[in-house]
């Protein structure tokens, strides 16, 4: 069974025009992230949720904006997508904080034209 | 600050044979997790093994089994018995208080 879902898992979007990731999970975890992956890269920490608790990375661009409205739902929203925002977009989930084991979706895979 | 090295960007390994992936980690902190995660051409990030800092034992999870040796700061996996569905991007990752962090990843292609 599916525990951490995104979707779509291929979206594409045109330069400047605004675009929102989905992700859903079924574990209640109390913390969700988003992570950005370029080709043959590790992934890139953009930010997490704790709770309601929002915490950016310090060099995540302000493009790149965060919604949980609830526990299972987290969205990512690129408010101008640029050719370099071009990636794999994933979304994890975890328990806690820090130590404790994440759970990751399938992925979103962004295409800018 | 803390990081993570995986000195490897590609390894290959014949089907049925061990291979060992490499990873060292700095940090000054003292309680802390290592994880090796798996990520198959298809693309869903899963977990691997993880070992807790604070036992001295060696993680082991079938035909994975770290050798982590904390006054080194060395991390490594091996891989018994290699089989197709090994071939993957494996990431190390550390992981203390808020913070997560990844190794660049190794490319392991099992070879038949």
């Known amino acids: 069974d599916a525990m951490v879902i995104q979707n779509p898992r291929y979206q594409v979007t045109q330069f400047g025009k605004p675009v929102t990731l989905s992700c859903s999970q079924t574990?209640?975890?109390?913390?969700m992230y988003w992570y950005q992956q370029k080709s043959s890269q590790a992934p890139k920490l953009l930010f997490h949720?704790?709770?309601?608790?929002?915490?950016n990375e310090a060099d995540t661009p302000d493009n790149f904006q965060s919604r949980r409205p609830n526990t299972s739902f987290c969205f990512l929203d690129i408010r101008s997508p640029g050719l370099g925002d071009a990636a794999m977009y994933l979304c994890?989930?975890?328990?806690?904080?820090?130590?404790?084991?994440?759970?990751f979706g399938p992925g979103t895979r962004l295409t800018v034209l | 600050a803390q990081t993570v090295t995986q000195s490897q960007p590609e390894m290959s390994v014949q089907e049925a044979e061990t291979v060992t992936l490499s990873c060292t980690y700095d940090?000054?902190?003292?309680?802390?997790?290592l994880f090796w995660y798996k990520q198959p051409p298809s693309r869903q990030m899963i977990l691997v093994i993880r070992?807790?800092?604070?036992?001295?034992q060696n993680a082991t999870e079938n035909r994975f089994s770290v050798n982590f040796q904390k006054a080194a700061k060395s991390f490594s996996l091996k891989i018994s018995d290699s089989q197709l569905g090994d071939t993957a991007m494996y990431f190390c990752?550390?992981?203390?208080?808020?913070?997560?962090?990844f190794g660049t990843g190794t490319s392991l292609t099992v070879i038949p």
């Open positions: 940090t000054s902190e003292n309680n802390y997790y």
């Open positions: 994890a989930t975890s328990r806690d904080l820090g130590v404790n084991t994440q759970y």
């Open positions: 990752a550390f992981s203390t208080g808020n913070q997560f962090y």
């Open positions: 070992q807790e800092a604070y036992k001295q």
């Open positions: 574990l209640n975890h109390n913390v």
């Open positions: 949720y704790y709770d309601k608790d929002f915490n």
